[in-house]
């Protein structure tokens, strides 16, 4: 099964990370970690692209495919980091999330809904890339804020260990978390505008009761208060790095939810 063989190898790849964590050092050493995860990426591109071959519908409807495709974002987030030399090593942080989903997707079964979606043709496809880019860009500042954090009380507390040596410095992790902000914000942006074009021009309202539509609305709230949390005065690097990560929690777990709990939900991103 395709599936299984991209979580083997992004299980690998977080196993190196681990094991370059556990060394401590910057340099060197994250070319066979990131080669790992790089493979795994394609592998569970081809997995998403046979299953739309096969079933004929992208995978985004049935739980265990929406998941998969879940996991696949922060896949994508994975490989915008590798070019960035040190700040590839926001794979530690982003490998756990892509491991839980793509593993819980493989227990629940990733298979074909029975539902027929409606919204279809070129708004469609424009509205899954956008809205990937723009969850990929969160992911990316999820990534960058917890190891922000996690470098920032290893600087307070003044232990320049393992996690010193190898978490990217801070100016880097903010930077990094501050553009995967805008861009996502700005390309989620872009979805919804997509999104809700169809659903007024075909069904003649933005449906706001929907599940999905609910979840999008507050993803979007999210990003708009995690940008907020950067204006002012004080340690604004430091908060920008907290609602970072309190707001993907949010939007994973309401997903999560959503997902559980709403009967005969269509698609969700």
């Known amino acids: ?14 196993g190196l990370w681990i094991r370059l964590l556990v060394q401590g050092s910057r340099e060197g050493g994250t070319l ?32 265990g495919a929406a998941l998969s495709s879940l996991a696949f974002v922060g896949g994508l987030a ?3 980091t590798f070019p960035l030399r040190e700040v590839s090593r926001l794979g530690i942080a982003l490998l756990p999330f892509i491991v839980i989903c793509l593993g819980v997707a493989l227990v629940a079964g990733i298979e074909p809904s029975p539902r027929t979606i409606a919204f279809q043709g070129a708004g469609f496809v424009l ?10 860009g969160l992911a990316v500042a ?14 307070k507390a003044k232990r320049l260990g393992r996690f010193f040596h ?5 100016a880097t992790l903010d930077r990094v978390g501050r553009v995967g902000l805008w861009v996502g914000f700005g390309c989620l942006t872009v979805a919804l505008a997509f999104g809700w074009a169809w ?34 005065r004080g340690s604004t690097e430091h908060r920008g790095a ?5 707001g993907f929690g949010v939007v994973i777990g309401s997903y999560v939810v959503l997902r559980l709990t709403a009967e005969g939900t269509g698609l969700f991103l």
Do not use: C, N
Not at 166 to 170: N, V, Y
Not at 216 to 221: H, R
Not at 242 to 246: G, M, Q
């Open 127 to 136: 509205h899954v890339a956008f809205a990937f880019l723009g969850y990929q």
């Open 142 to 155: 999820f990534a960058a804020g917890s190891l922000y954090l996690i470098q920032h009380h290893e600087l």
């Open 32 to 63: 066979l970690a990131s080669g790992m995860a790089g493979a795994a990426v394609v592998v569970h591109a081809f997995a998403l692209g046979e299953f739309w071959l096969r079933y004929g519908e992208l995978p985004l409807v049935g739980p």
């Open 166 to 170: 190898f978490i990217p410095p801070l």
């Open 242 to 246: 907290l609602a970072a990560v309190i």
């Open 78 to 80: 994975l490989l915008v």
């Open 199 to 232: 659903t007024v021009q075909h069904r003649g309202s933005l449906e706001a009761g929907d599940p999905k539509v609910i979840w999008a609305v507050l993803s979007w709230l999210v990003f708009v208060g995690i940008l907020l949390s950067r204006v002012g």
């Open 1 to 14: 099964m395709i599936h299984l063989l991209a979580f083997i190898l992004y299980l690998g790849a977080l």
